[in-house]
């Protein structure tokens, strides 16, 4: 299976291609220009460096959610282009789950907390077990979904646990002196080159969740926001002072 991968959730602008179990090729920046000057570029650099004919591609693969309500526009549309265009499904896989699939294989608990604004994170926490069907060595365990909380409501939750945790995401530095504070269970931070959005996991996830029937079509694919825009918010603000 040849798939296509797209994030533009967050900070990082990635794209990624791979077949069956291996990556072909992953373009990731995070620099000073917005995802759309960015993306279509990035997959037009990869097409050229491997030779790939987009239309031997199975799926294309993207972030789907939480993250940038405007990132997550682009890549959205970004997938819902090729899609049309190629006629291909879409596999929405979640931002939180493709981050903590960066730390396939631990033995502590993974916890993503990416920077939602407003004292809030996008996260979820989750595990690494040994694979039953033995196509991989392990499977990714989801103990809590990606949500939209404060950092006090997961980090208790995490406590609760009371298991050795990795955080990784844009959030940590944002929350640093706050899990310092809190946290009453060890925990570590990822390192540098697995601490943020890459498209080689959502090719990873987005092989898996197909095989799963998870795919979808251009048309059905939307973005989840997981809570309303600033925008949104203060219409609604609005219309209950009315």
């Not at 991989?136 to 298991?163: G, H, P, T």
């Not at 095989?211 to 048309?219: D, I, L, N, P, Y």
Request: proline share 5%; glycine share 8%; charged share 25%.
């Amino acid at each position: 299976m040849k798939t296509v991968a797209l994030d533009s959730s967050g900070l990082v602008a990635s794209v990624a291609l791979s077949e069956d179990d291996n990556l072909i090729a992953e373009y990731t920046v995070q620099y000073k220009k917005t995802h759309s000057q960015t993306l279509l570029p990035m997959l037009q650099e990869i097409c050229r460096m491997v030779e790939l004919d987009l239309d031997t591609v199975d799926a294309i693969a993207v972030a789907a959610g939480p993250g940038s309500f405007t990132g997550l526009r682009i890549g959205s549309a970004t997938a819902k282009g090729l899609a049309f265009a190629m006629n291909k499904p879409i596999v929405p896989v979640p931002t939180v789950d493709a981050l903590a699939y960066q730390m396939y294989g631990a033995k502590d608990l993974v916890c993503p907390i990416m920077d939602a604004r407003r004292d809030q994170v996008y996260t979820g926490i989750y595990e690494f077990v040994p694979d039953r069907d033995g196509r991989f060595e392990y499977d990714m365990r989801v103990i809590r979904k990606q949500c939209a909380v404060s950092f006090d409501e997961i980090a208790e939750a995490l406590n609760k646990l009371d298991r050795s945790v990795i955080f990784l995401g844009d959030g940590v530095p944002v929350f640093g002196e706050r899990m310092a504070q809190i946290m009453r269970v060890p925990y570590t931070t990822a390192p540098p080159h697995r601490a943020r959005q890459s498209a080689a996991a959502v090719a990873a996830l987005g092989s898996i969740y197909y095989e799963q029937g998870k795919a979808v079509s251009g048309a059905e694919h939307a973005p989840e926001y997981l809570r309303l825009s600033q925008a949104e918010r203060e219409r609604a603000g609005q219309g209950a002072a009315l």
